[in-house]
């Protein structure tokens, strides 16, 4: 069955919020690290936020820090993307993705995660 899937995107003005969701099956999802990455047209997939499923050790890029929150449900297998104060900047792709079990967080990059969404498009208007 599907591994990863996102959802919440949509389009808003400067300054409005969105949350993202991003469901996961039981076997995917504990003891390893979801992170939220973004890509706009013409620019590499950079991470923005990611949390270690089973504990409370978020992460975040430092473009968001104090705007996005991420956080869990592990009952649900889901990790939410709470995003405010969105930028024209946030305008991108994001996608969830996940680690192999027990591979933590650290570095955010896309090589290191095996297992992504299908993306869900995020566009802030000025």
């Known amino acids: 069955q599907v591994q990863l899937v996102e959802s919440g995107g949509g389009q808003v003005q400067a300054g409005g919020s969105l949350r993202l969701a991003c469901a996961g099956s039981?076997?995917?999802?504990?003891?390893?690290?979801i992170t939220w990455f973004r890509q706009a047209p013409g620019k590499e997939r950079d991470g923005v936020a990611g949390?270690?499923?089973?504990?409370?050790?978020?992460y975040y890029a430092d473009s968001v820090k104090g705007r996005f929150t991420i956080s869990q449900d592990n009952a649900k297998s889901t990790v939410y993307l709470q995003m405010n104060s969105l930028k024209p900047e946030d305008t991108a792709m994001y996608f969830c993705?996940?680690?192999?079990?027990?591979?933590?967080?650290?570095?955010?990059?896309?090589?290191?995660?095996?297992?992504w969404g299908q993306g869900t498009q995020v566009t802030v208007s000025s």
């Open positions: 993705a996940a680690t192999i079990e027990f591979q933590g967080c650290a570095p955010m990059n896309p090589t290191r995660y095996s297992r």
């Open positions: 039981t076997n995917t999802y504990s003891n390893r690290c």
């Open positions: 949390i270690y499923t089973g504990t409370v050790s978020p």
